[in-house]
């Protein structure tokens, strides 16, 4: 029991292979707590990108009563990173059979779907170039490509002596000389540019060589200005070398902001960021400087580039090709590199192919000016860890060769939605129902309202590349809306064999009933021990609940906040009295009136599990739920 408790705690402070040690370890173990054993072994493994090694102890876990539905996707990325598409396949359906609630996992699985479908012929697209290991800068450590600057490979590599959270030295940003793909010896790129306490990497320089943007992390200091990663900028001063660097005003302190590029006139600068308001994991944002370096204000790339899984390591090419990495586009392993193209005002997004893309992660694409080209991968047969892999361009081009070919017929696809609204599990007759397509964001009326009979409604046509809003509403129902892209849903033109396609989606919108006195609980609303302040996190959900209540104008509720069993009965009273006036307040400053709402903490008096153990009993427990205490039709 105390390696598993070490383990936990080695777990929950980030240090996932001192927690693997200990967890190895145990021997006898409360069976109460034996599946939490095996799915935290196989998260470790996981989030330390050893996707192979947590499938014995995921597929443990599902032999286990009740598993979560998400060991089901675990288990399909790590069977795809193994190059198992037919198993991976397997799990994804297995996780979208269970209908979850997570929809962002659940578009992850959609598109992981889609893309297997595409796997075959990802594998028939090759360009043949021959990508070499680049002896002299990899070894067991790892390493990763970041720029090409004054005829040297400046890049990332975990040498530093003092050691981070994952048992591995912190990353540094490191130099060396590179002439025809062999590379002289490696050092420190500046020592401006060096904190030992911090990860420090993806280094960007503007056209003309007087700026550097990288990324750094947090080193767990107070003094720190951001709990997790933010873009730095340092300025080359001829005779003195590179500055002090500070944080650039683009970086969100809230948020990780890393993978920095700028575009060929150094006018542009491109990151990754998961800032709030994006698709969903990290996204690409680009931000342009004016002629005195000073940043504007992020703009998110859309949702072209942009899906529900990562989009990282952007590199704009002399010829404005846009080059990153992704997890959420049609790939062959974690990780794909992608091209992105603008053609007449259309963004058409292209995965690489090999020897590019692997079944392992593949990132950080750079060339240089002559046509070299440089990635990472992790892929097997490196040094170990992430590797930096290269290819020389031959010194004359291959004269291209004109082939006519006759233009294909350009095959057409209708796509539809069509489905249900229920309420506890029997269709729901006489809802009405609203589409929207939301445009730069706001919403705009796209057909008339639908007044849904007997339950079902379509087929409603859709657009492709388009987002929309389902509004589902009925009297004495409390008014649901459900997003629904359109985006990676689109039948990829090589699976298509006839002239004209029709293919419809399916959804279902569930109502509850509402009514005095009935509670809904609120998930994911979690606060700082001992603290009432709503957390970055808490706010994502609570803006959730500001929709419901401009959905339904008509209710007035109660927001009551619980909290666990660990503390006297009058200081977690207070404690929850003061957090539901915290939320309350949050709610009013987004624009819903105060006469509506009304704060109650309950403390620990209404505890869902009385005797809780583990940590995510006591989870339960801390909860925060609002309660309908009035309805009627006034307007907010």
Known sequence: MKSYKRGLASFENGHYNLAIREFSK??????????????????????????????????????????????????????????????????????????????VLAEKVQRELNALLLTESLFQKNSEKDFKNLEGVNTSGSEFTGAIFNGHLVFTASRKTKIYSNDLPFLGIYKAKITDGKVG?????????????????????????????????????????????????????????????????????????????????????????????????????????????????????????????????????????????????????????????????????????????????????VEDEYGNEYFTSNRSGGKGDDDIYYYLAPEEPKEEV?????????????????????????????????????????????????????GQFGPIKLEEDEDYILLAEKPNYLTKRENFTMYGRSIPEVLLTKPVTDTTFHVSIPLESIFVGKTFRLENIYYDLDKADIRPDAAIELD?????????????????????????????????????????????????????????????SELIIPNAKTEAEHQQNRRTEFKVIEINSKQD
């Open 26 to 103: 145990v021997t006898e173990l409360d069976p109460l707590y034996q599946a939490d054993l095996l799915k935290k072994t196989g998260d470790a493994f996981r989030l330390t990108n050893r996707w192979a090694e947590s499938i014995p102890y995921y597929e443990k876990v599902l032999a286990l009563p009740n598993p979560a539905s998400e060991i089901y996707y675990y288990l399909g990325y790590a069977h795809k990173s193994k190059g198992e598409y037919q198993k991976a396949k397997e799990y994804f359906s297995a996780f979208a059979r269970t209908n979850p609630s997570d929809r």
């Open 185 to 365: 010896q490696t050092e420190l790129f500046s020592s401006s540019i060096f904190a030992d306490d911090r990860n420090e990497g993806s280094p960007a320089f503007s056209p003309d060589g007087k700026m550097m943007v990288f990324a750094r992390g947090n080193s767990g200091k107070r003094k720190d200005l951001s709990p997790d990663v933010d873009l730095y900028m340092s300025r080359y001063v001829s005779g003195t070398g590179w500055t002090e660097p500070t944080r650039i005003s683009a970086s969100d302190s809230l948020a990780y902001d890393g993978c920095p590029a700028f575009s060929s006139d150094g006018k542009t600068l491109y990151f990754s960021s998961n800032r709030a308001g994006g698709s969903g994991g990290l996204d690409i944002y680009r931000v342009n400087l004016d002629a005195s370096g000073r940043f504007g204000n992020p703009v998110n790339m859309g949702k072209a580039i942009n899906t529900a899984g990562d989009e990282m390591f952007p590199f704009v090419s002399a010829d404005g090709k846009l080059y990153f990495a992704s997890d959420g586009h049609p790939g062959l392993g974690k990780l794909d590199l992608f091209r992105a193209v603008r053609t007449g005002g259309k963004i058409t997004v292209e995965n690489m192919g090999l020897p590019y893309n692997s079944s392992m992660d593949d990132f950080g694409y």
């Open 402 to 454: 004109v082939v006519n070919v006759p233009e294909k017929e350009k095959k057409v696809v209708n796509y539809f939605l069509a489905g249900e609204i229920v309420s506890e599990g029997k269709l729901l007759d006489s809802a009405t129902l609203y589409v929207f397509k939301l445009d730069g964001g706001m919403e705009t009326e796209y057909v008339e309202p639908i007044t849904v009979k007997q």
């Open 544 to 604: 959730k609940l500001v929709q419901i209540l401009k959905d339904n104008p008509g209710l007035k509720i109660e927001l009551g906040s619980h909290t666990d069993a660990r503390a006297s009965e009058i200081y977690n009273l207070r404690l929850s009295q003061r957090r539901a006036e915290s939320a309350i307040n949050y709610i009013v400053n987004k624009g819903i009136s105060r006469e509506r709402l009304e704060a109650r903490g309950y403390g620990e």
